[in-house]
């Protein structure tokens, strides 16, 4: 290829190269033509050169070699090498060069020419790439410029100058007023260039806003003769004539009239007409539209006007294209604040746009419908989004589920409504929810107590379902650990009735410790539970410390803690569990330390006497008088028409022995005088050859009862000689019958048969370098434990800080 071959010819071998090593080959050979016949003086084919030199620069190959060649031409009078020369420096120079500066003096000298078209590429050349100094020294020619008569230079200077503006602002004073006088040209072009220009300037400057709101009835006066106007071929775009003039005059109405309310009420009357008399069938009526609405939104106009151009977005709602639904949603979406109900209405078109195919249209969708869930629609819209979030794509469920989240926070109409939306959106997309949900659940369900039963019932069969959502699988083994006893008990009345046993509880949890999916901090959960569990069921604790004992050596460090601090709990504090057996053999009733023993060896409840005429259930062992002495059992209720009486008016219970060691045997015997006098005898000795020094005994009575006691060194310390007895009476007297005023230690409360109900409270016991400390602490437990066992099922409650206290 020869170095003088046309453009065409060079254009035709580059597309013609089969490989881009051929055409980098053809490329180059071009190139160093181009060089060579730009370092000789007199060439009269400049600008076909720099041409080519520009087309290869098009298709991204370096051509900084061609600037200095672009100055020299720019300064040619020549009109087809000027021509070539500008369009040569708009695309290979830029502000940052050097030699941008030296076409400065070229463009001044062309802005007074008297050809307007070389005029033309100066202006082009100065709005495309003049710099800050070049802007600053030509910006009286473009002043001027803007007063001329030609409307193709006022056009083109109006362009001009907005690039002024935009690169030195301070400009902007300089082009106000000519800007003020263009609105008066009957040219399109040249009112399309004011417009801009006022735009840039009211954007920029305060002052100036101020100053061109007296323009507002000129412009809505511009805008009514665009809309009535009949067809003019030269402007007229698919039946809308000039859009681009109608979106460029609302644009700027639109900043005129904000925070203003006498340019808004103005430009009312004209947006409503826009509003009702463009076609919206085409797209540029669309943007004439949506120019119209955003202009609406955001001046002061009238509340009907909103709610019409809320209406206008919601017909773009049904439009068929995409990118209109898109911005229609956008629009909505800043609004919906503000017009809350205007956008309600279209609620049933917005939730459909979730099922469409466009994943942004989708998006938009989405968090519109999250916008408008209220206090009156929290149910069917909470429906919808539910059945979005089942089929939505991985990367908007986190979105949904969080929304999803805040609405049911804020919106819930009952606790048991929010727990199963939270319930569903973890079992469809637990793996998308933040790390907060867990927390946050974890403590709605414990402020809602009376849901426990229903929770825990609920969380368990989602657990057998599916162990793949960790934050579910995280709160049902949370639930199952604080709640496993209402799980055992199946007493779950808003719920099928499902029996679950200890083993079926065990092996679900075990199944989440075993499972691949189970993420360390799952596991820990479950073996949190587990743990848990050993407190609340009586037959498999063996089981659970196996569990427990195999993650001691498990490879996670947070796992393997947990496990070494549970198996110390049971290796060192197992005699405080509450639900440690008490009777190691059932068989033998008096039992050291044993209060089953004390109360009859028999875990059952108490069963009422036939006899009539009793005000108080009694039972045959020694352990029923007991609590039938200290008010234990509930009355039997007396037959229809029988009067109530009592003749249960003393009775005394056997001598029964409640601690026996290392020669120190404690005895206790109760008789019941009245129904308001019971006596107390608590007698110690001392069976050892050796005699006891400081030795204490006291007993604690209910604070609504009076008490007295037969000796007053019974409650001083003092010498417990060998094969020694003492004995310690006290009286309970309750003459008023009165119920019990603290929890603390309340004793006797009375029903509706004024019959004795009575707690034991406590028993201390003290002596000086006699009993040990671990055997001490064991009888408290065990004395506590049964306490805790016997008033739970005679009273169905648990009982409030029972304590036997012993100290040494």
């Given at each position: ?5 046309p453009?065409?010819?060079?254009i ?27 370092r ?5 084919a ?5 041409a080519?030199?520009l087309?290869?620069?098009?298709l ?6 061609g ?14 090498e000027?021509?070539?020369g ?43 790439m ?6 600053r ?6 002043d ?17 100058a ?17 800007a ?13 260039g004011?417009?801009?220009l ?10 100036t ?68 008399n ?8 669309n943007?004439v539209l949506?120019?119209?609405?955003l202009t609406v939104?955001?001046?002061?106009s009238?509340?009907g ?30 609004i ?5 109900n205007a ?28 916008a ?6 929290i149910?069917?819209m909470?429906?919808e989004?539910l ?11 986190a979105?949904?589920?969080s929304?999803?989240?805040y609405?049911?926070?804020?919106y ?14 973890l079992t469809t ?10 927390p ?5 369900i ?11 019932h ?6 057998l ?14 639930c ?11 007493e ?16 679900a ?14 596991r ?6 587990t743990?848990k ?5 009586l ?8 569990i427990?004992s195999?993650y ?52 059952e409840?108490?069963q009422?006497?036939p006899?009539?005429?009793l ?11 007991l609590?039938d ?22 009775h ?5 022995t409640?601690y ?7 005895t ?11 006596t ?19 007993a ?11 000796a ?18 006290v009286?309970?007297?309750n ?7 603290t ?17 034991v ?29 016997f ?13 036997f206290?012993?100290?040494?």
């Amino acid at each position: 290829m020869s170095p003088s071959v046309p453009l065409q010819e060079m254009i035709r071998a580059i597309r013609s190269a089969r490989t881009q090593c051929e055409e980098r080959g053809v490329i180059q050979r071009e190139c160093a033509a181009i060089r060579a016949q730009f370092r000789q003086v007199d060439n009269g084919a400049r600008s076909h050169n720099l041409a080519k030199l520009l087309y290869v620069h098009m298709l991204g190959y370096p051509a900084h070699f061609g600037q200095m060649e672009c100055v020299r031409m720019i300064a040619s009078p020549r009109y087809s090498e000027k021509r070539v020369g500008y369009l040569g420096a708009m695309m290979l120079l830029d502000e940052k060069q050097d030699a941008s500066l030296l076409i400065t003096n070229s463009i001044k000298n062309d802005l007074s020419h008297s050809n307007q078209y070389v005029q033309s590429l100066a202006l082009c050349t100065l709005a495309c790439m003049g710099s800050a100094e070049m802007c600053r020294d030509l910006a009286p020619e473009i002043d001027r410029l803007l007063r001329a008569s030609n409307s193709y230079i006022k056009k083109k200077a109006a362009l001009c100058a907005v690039h002024i503006v935009r690169k030195v602002q301070d400009l902007g004073e300089l082009f106000a007023p000519a800007a003020r006088s263009l609105l008066s040209e009957k040219n399109h072009g040249v009112l399309h260039g004011a417009v801009v220009l006022i735009t840039e300037l009211c954007e920029r400057n305060p002052e100036t806003l101020e100053r061109f709101r007296k323009t507002v009835p000129d412009l809505v006066q511009i805008m009514k003769g665009l809309v009535i106007s009949g067809y003019s071929p030269e402007h007229d775009v698919a039946g809308i004539s000039d859009p681009f003039l109608q979106v460029r005059i609302l644009r700027l109405l639109r900043i005129l009239g904000r925070n203003n309310e006498a340019a808004s009420d103005a430009m009312n009357d004209l947006l409503a007409q826009v509003a009702t008399n463009t076609d919206s069938t085409k797209t540029v009526g669309n943007a004439v539209l949506y120019e119209t609405v955003l202009t609406v939104l955001d001046i002061k106009s009238e509340s009907g006007l909103r709610v019409l151009a809320v209406n206008i977005l919601g017909r773009f709602l049904l439009n068929n294209d995409r990118n209109i639904r898109y911005i229609a949603m956008t629009s909505l979406q800043r609004i919906v604040g503000t017009d809350h109900n205007a956008v309600q209405r279209h609620r049933g078109t917005i939730v459909d746009c979730l099922k469409d195919q466009d994943a942004s249209v989708k998006r938009r969708a989405l968090e519109l419908s999250l916008a408008l869930v209220s206090a009156s629609n929290i149910r069917s819209m909470m429906k919808e989004l539910l059945l979005f979030l089942s089929s939505c794509p991985p990367e908007l469920r986190a979105q949904a589920a969080s929304g999803i989240f805040y609405a049911a926070e804020r919106y819930a109409p009952s606790q048991r409504w929010h727990i199963d939306t939270i319930l569903h959106v973890l079992t469809t997309a637990g793996g998308d929810v933040r790390d907060e949900t867990v927390p946050n659940l974890i403590q709605l369900i414990t402020n809602a107590s009376e849901l426990h039963c229903y929770t825990v019932h609920k969380l368990y069969r989602a657990l057998l379902n599916d162990i793949s959502q960790q934050s579910l699988v995280q709160v049902a083994c949370w639930c199952i650990g604080e709640y496993g006893d209402l799980l055992l008990r199946g007493e779950c009345q808003e719920t099928e009735p499902a029996q679950v046993t200890e083993d079926d509880v065990l092996d679900a949890l075990e199944t989440v410790l075993q499972s691949h999916m189970s993420s360390p901090a799952t596991r820990g959960f479950a073996l949190t539970a587990t743990m848990k569990l050993s407190t609340r069921i009586l037959d498999n604790v063996d089981r659970i410390r196996s569990i427990v004992s195999i993650y001691g050596s498990c490879i996670d460090v947070e796992l393997q803690q947990r496990a070494v601090e549970y198996n110390a709990l049971f290796r060192k504090y197992d005699h405080m569990s509450p639900y440690t057996s008490i009777l190691s053999d059932k068989n033998t009733c008096l039992q050291v330390c044993d209060l089953l023993g004390l109360l009859g060896g028999s875990e059952e409840p108490l069963q009422p006497s036939p006899a009539p005429g009793l005000s108080l259930n009694t039972a045959s062992t020694a352990g029923g008088d007991l609590l039938d002495l200290l008010g234990g059992l509930e009355p039997t209720p007396p037959a229809p028409g029988q009067i109530y009486t009592n003749t249960h008016t003393s009775h005394t219970t056997p001598t029964v022995t409640v601690y026996e060691k290392d020669g120190v045997t404690l005895t206790l015997s109760c008789e019941k005088q009245s129904d308001s006098v019971l006596t107390v005898t608590l007698t110690a000795s001392n069976s050892t050859d050796s005699d006891m020094s400081s030795f204490t005994l006291q007993a604690a009575v209910p604070k609504v009862c009076l008490s007295t006691s037969n000796a007053k060194e019974a409650f001083s310390c003092f010498k417990l000689q060998s094969a020694a007895k003492v004995t310690q009476m006290v009286v309970l007297n309750n003459p008023n019958k009165v119920g019990p005023q603290t929890q603390s230690y309340d004793a006797l409360s009375y029903d509706e048969h004024q019959s004795v109900r009575g707690k034991v409270w406590s028993i201390r016991c003290k002596t000086t370098n006699y009993i040990r400390e671990e055997e001490n602490h064991c009888l408290i437990s065990k004395i506590n434990k049964a306490v805790a066992v016997f008033n739970k099922k005679l009273y169905h409650f648990p009982p409030p800080n029972l304590a036997f206290n012993s100290r040494c």
